[in-house]
Protein backbone atom coordinates (compact mmCIF):
# COMPACT_ATOMS: atom_id res chain seq x y z
CA UNK A 1 0.00 0.00 0.00
CA UNK A 2 1.34 3.46 -1.12
CA UNK A 3 1.55 5.61 2.27
CA UNK A 4 3.36 9.16 2.80
CA UNK A 5 3.63 10.86 5.96
CA UNK A 6 4.41 14.04 6.52
CA UNK A 7 6.04 15.62 9.40
CA UNK A 8 7.85 18.62 10.61
CA UNK A 9 5.05 21.07 10.28
CA UNK A 10 4.79 23.90 13.63
CA UNK A 11 4.24 27.26 14.79
CA UNK A 12 7.28 29.54 13.56
CA UNK A 13 8.31 33.31 13.54
CA UNK A 14 7.85 35.38 10.14
CA UNK A 15 11.47 35.11 8.79
CA UNK A 16 12.52 31.72 10.39
CA UNK A 17 13.31 28.17 9.17
CA UNK A 18 11.57 24.79 8.76
CA UNK A 19 12.14 21.55 7.30
CA UNK A 20 9.58 19.11 6.36
CA UNK A 21 9.42 15.52 5.59
CA UNK A 22 7.89 13.24 3.86
CA UNK A 23 8.44 9.49 4.68
CA UNK A 24 7.34 6.87 1.52
CA UNK A 25 6.49 3.94 2.08
CA UNK A 26 4.70 0.99 -0.36
CA UNK A 27 7.00 2.16 -3.38
CA UNK A 28 10.09 3.08 -4.83
CA UNK A 29 10.77 6.59 -4.33
CA UNK A 30 13.51 6.24 -7.22
CA UNK A 31 11.57 5.81 -9.89
CA UNK A 32 9.06 8.86 -9.64
CA UNK A 33 8.78 12.39 -9.30
CA UNK A 34 7.83 14.15 -6.09
CA UNK A 35 5.42 17.07 -5.56
CA UNK A 36 4.58 19.73 -2.39
CA UNK A 37 1.27 21.44 -2.68
CA UNK A 38 -0.14 23.18 -0.02
CA UNK A 39 -3.32 24.61 0.88
CA UNK A 40 -3.81 28.03 2.88
CA UNK A 41 -6.49 28.10 5.65
CA UNK A 42 -10.14 27.48 3.52
CA UNK A 43 -7.87 28.71 0.48
CA UNK A 44 -7.37 26.41 -2.87
CA UNK A 45 -4.63 24.26 -3.62
CA UNK A 46 -1.21 25.48 -4.71
CA UNK A 47 1.65 23.53 -6.23
CA UNK A 48 4.80 24.77 -4.18
CA UNK A 49 7.50 22.16 -6.06
CA UNK A 50 8.43 19.32 -8.29
CA UNK A 51 11.54 17.54 -7.92
CA UNK A 52 13.43 14.76 -10.84
CA UNK A 53 13.18 11.15 -9.65
CA UNK A 54 16.97 11.52 -9.11
CA UNK A 55 17.32 14.63 -8.07
CA UNK A 56 18.89 16.43 -11.06
CA UNK A 57 16.04 18.89 -12.12
CA UNK A 58 13.81 21.19 -9.59
CA UNK A 59 11.12 23.42 -10.11
CA UNK A 60 9.65 26.07 -7.56
CA UNK A 61 6.60 28.34 -8.09
CA UNK A 62 7.83 31.73 -8.43
CA UNK A 63 6.58 32.92 -4.70
CA UNK A 64 9.08 30.75 -2.62
CA UNK A 65 12.14 30.31 -5.55
CA UNK A 66 14.77 31.51 -3.46
CA UNK A 67 13.43 30.82 -0.01
CA UNK A 68 12.32 27.53 -0.05
CA UNK A 69 14.99 23.81 -1.74
CA UNK A 70 13.06 20.72 -2.32
CA UNK A 71 15.23 17.67 -1.84
CA UNK A 72 15.25 13.57 -1.22
CA UNK A 73 16.84 11.27 -0.09
CA UNK A 74 16.11 7.98 -2.21
CA UNK A 75 18.22 5.29 0.47
CA UNK A 76 15.74 6.91 3.18
CA UNK A 77 12.74 6.57 1.02
CA UNK A 78 12.31 10.33 2.10
CA UNK A 79 11.26 13.57 0.47
CA UNK A 80 12.51 17.05 2.00
CA UNK A 81 11.39 20.82 2.17
CA UNK A 82 13.74 23.25 3.62
CA UNK A 83 11.89 26.63 4.42
CA UNK A 84 13.89 29.63 4.94
CA UNK A 85 12.48 33.50 5.52
CA UNK A 86 9.16 32.35 5.82
CA UNK A 87 6.25 34.91 5.84
CA UNK A 88 2.72 35.30 7.07
CA UNK A 89 1.63 34.08 3.77
CA UNK A 90 3.16 31.02 3.91
CA UNK A 91 0.65 29.43 6.65
CA UNK A 92 -1.21 26.53 4.94
CA UNK A 93 -1.30 22.68 5.11
CA UNK A 94 1.70 21.24 3.39
CA UNK A 95 1.27 17.91 1.40
CA UNK A 96 3.38 15.83 -0.23
CA UNK A 97 2.58 13.94 -3.43
CA UNK A 98 4.03 10.69 -5.57
CA UNK A 99 4.41 12.31 -9.27
CA UNK A 100 3.85 14.87 -11.63
CA UNK A 101 -0.06 14.72 -11.21
CA UNK A 102 -0.26 13.60 -7.69
CA UNK A 103 -1.60 10.17 -7.90
CA UNK A 104 -1.19 9.55 -4.06
CA UNK A 105 -0.88 12.21 -1.86
CA UNK A 106 -0.13 12.41 2.47
CA UNK A 107 -2.51 13.99 5.19
CA UNK A 108 0.00 17.32 5.29
CA UNK A 109 1.51 18.66 8.48
CA UNK A 110 0.42 22.17 9.02
CA UNK A 111 2.72 25.14 9.16
CA UNK A 112 1.71 28.58 11.07
CA UNK A 113 3.88 31.45 10.17
CA UNK A 114 2.68 34.09 13.19
CA UNK A 115 4.66 36.27 15.60
CA UNK B 1 1.66 30.59 -16.11
CA UNK B 2 -1.34 28.78 -17.29
CA UNK B 3 -4.06 30.13 -15.52
CA UNK B 4 -6.73 27.51 -15.04
CA UNK B 5 -10.59 28.53 -14.64
CA UNK B 6 -13.23 26.50 -13.03
CA UNK B 7 -17.37 26.86 -13.78
CA UNK B 8 -19.25 27.08 -11.51
CA UNK B 9 -17.81 27.47 -8.37
CA UNK B 10 -20.62 26.08 -6.59
CA UNK B 11 -22.84 23.53 -7.57
CA UNK B 12 -26.25 22.05 -5.92
CA UNK B 13 -27.06 18.62 -7.01
CA UNK B 14 -29.86 16.74 -6.35
CA UNK B 15 -28.82 13.09 -5.38
CA UNK B 16 -29.09 10.59 -8.32
CA UNK B 17 -28.67 13.63 -10.26
CA UNK B 18 -25.63 14.39 -13.09
CA UNK B 19 -23.50 17.15 -12.43
CA UNK B 20 -20.97 18.80 -14.87
CA UNK B 21 -18.10 20.75 -14.37
CA UNK B 22 -16.22 23.24 -16.38
CA UNK B 23 -12.38 24.09 -16.61
CA UNK B 24 -10.66 26.51 -19.08
CA UNK B 25 -6.78 26.70 -19.48
CA UNK B 26 -5.04 29.89 -20.68
CA UNK B 27 -3.31 28.00 -22.90
CA UNK B 28 -3.33 24.77 -24.91
CA UNK B 29 -2.58 21.54 -22.24
CA UNK B 30 -1.21 19.56 -25.27
CA UNK B 31 2.39 18.32 -24.23
CA UNK B 32 5.05 18.45 -26.61
CA UNK B 33 4.99 14.60 -25.99
CA UNK B 34 1.41 14.85 -27.42
CA UNK B 35 -0.08 13.96 -23.39
CA UNK B 36 -2.63 16.60 -21.78
CA UNK B 37 -1.59 16.80 -18.50
CA UNK B 38 -5.08 17.77 -17.34
CA UNK B 39 -6.37 16.30 -13.82
CA UNK B 40 -8.84 16.05 -11.68
CA UNK B 41 -8.88 15.96 -7.86
CA UNK B 42 -11.11 15.29 -5.46
CA UNK B 43 -11.18 17.04 -1.76
CA UNK B 44 -14.25 15.33 0.88
CA UNK B 45 -14.46 18.00 3.76
CA UNK B 46 -11.26 17.43 6.56
CA UNK B 47 -9.66 15.11 3.98
CA UNK B 48 -6.48 15.43 1.14
CA UNK B 49 -6.88 16.02 -1.78
CA UNK B 50 -7.47 12.57 -4.07
CA UNK B 51 -6.63 11.88 -7.77
CA UNK B 52 -9.94 10.94 -10.36
CA UNK B 53 -8.95 11.05 -13.48
CA UNK B 54 -5.62 11.99 -15.12
CA UNK B 55 -4.15 12.75 -18.53
CA UNK B 56 -7.81 14.30 -19.16
CA UNK B 57 -9.63 11.35 -19.73
CA UNK B 58 -7.78 8.30 -17.76
CA UNK B 59 -9.97 7.34 -14.43
CA UNK B 60 -7.80 6.52 -11.53
CA UNK B 61 -7.53 2.83 -9.62
CA UNK B 62 -10.72 3.02 -7.29
CA UNK B 63 -12.57 5.19 -8.91
CA UNK B 64 -16.34 4.68 -9.80
CA UNK B 65 -17.14 4.41 -13.21
CA UNK B 66 -19.12 7.59 -12.64
CA UNK B 67 -16.75 9.67 -13.19
CA UNK B 68 -15.50 11.02 -16.19
CA UNK B 69 -13.34 13.49 -17.83
CA UNK B 70 -13.25 14.88 -21.33
CA UNK B 71 -12.17 17.83 -23.31
CA UNK B 72 -9.13 18.98 -25.55
CA UNK B 73 -6.74 21.76 -25.94
CA UNK B 74 -8.11 24.69 -23.42
CA UNK B 75 -11.29 23.18 -22.43
CA UNK B 76 -12.59 20.17 -20.17
CA UNK B 77 -15.40 18.79 -17.94
CA UNK B 78 -15.40 16.41 -15.51
CA UNK B 79 -18.86 14.91 -15.44
CA UNK B 80 -20.54 12.73 -12.18
CA UNK B 81 -23.52 10.66 -13.89
CA UNK B 82 -25.12 10.36 -10.94
CA UNK B 83 -23.94 12.22 -7.95
CA UNK B 84 -23.88 10.24 -4.63
CA UNK B 85 -24.19 11.28 -1.07
CA UNK B 86 -20.31 10.42 -0.72
CA UNK B 87 -19.27 13.09 -4.09
CA UNK B 88 -19.92 16.18 -1.50
CA UNK B 89 -16.85 18.24 -1.31
CA UNK B 90 -14.66 20.72 -3.71
CA UNK B 91 -13.25 19.25 -6.87
CA UNK B 92 -10.13 21.28 -8.64
CA UNK B 93 -8.83 20.41 -12.29
CA UNK B 94 -5.15 21.37 -12.45
CA UNK B 95 -2.67 21.42 -15.38
CA UNK B 96 0.75 19.32 -15.02
CA UNK B 97 2.22 20.41 -18.93
CA UNK B 98 4.12 23.16 -18.08
CA UNK B 99 5.73 24.83 -15.03
CA UNK B 100 4.43 26.58 -12.34
CA UNK B 101 1.77 23.45 -12.14
CA UNK B 102 -1.17 25.34 -11.45
CA UNK B 103 -4.70 24.74 -10.31
CA UNK B 104 -7.91 26.01 -10.89
CA UNK B 105 -9.82 27.50 -7.88
CA UNK B 106 -12.04 24.63 -6.97
CA UNK B 107 -16.16 23.67 -8.05
CA UNK B 108 -18.10 23.23 -4.24
CA UNK B 109 -20.44 20.15 -4.58
CA UNK B 110 -23.30 19.82 -2.45
CA UNK B 111 -26.33 18.30 -2.40
CA UNK B 112 -29.43 20.12 -2.55
Known amino acids: EVQLVESGGGLVQPGGSLRLSCAASGFTLSNHWMTWVRQAPGKGLEWVANIKEDGSEKYYVDSVKGRFTISRDNAKNSLYLQMNSLRDEDTAVYYCARGRQTVYWGQGTMVTVSS | DIVMTQTPLSSPVTLGQPASISCRSSQSLVHSDGNTYLSWLQQRPGQPPRLLIY???NRFSGVPDRFSGSGAGTDFTLKISRVEAEDVGVYYCMQATQFPYTFGQGTKLEIK
Open chain 2, 55 to 57: KNS
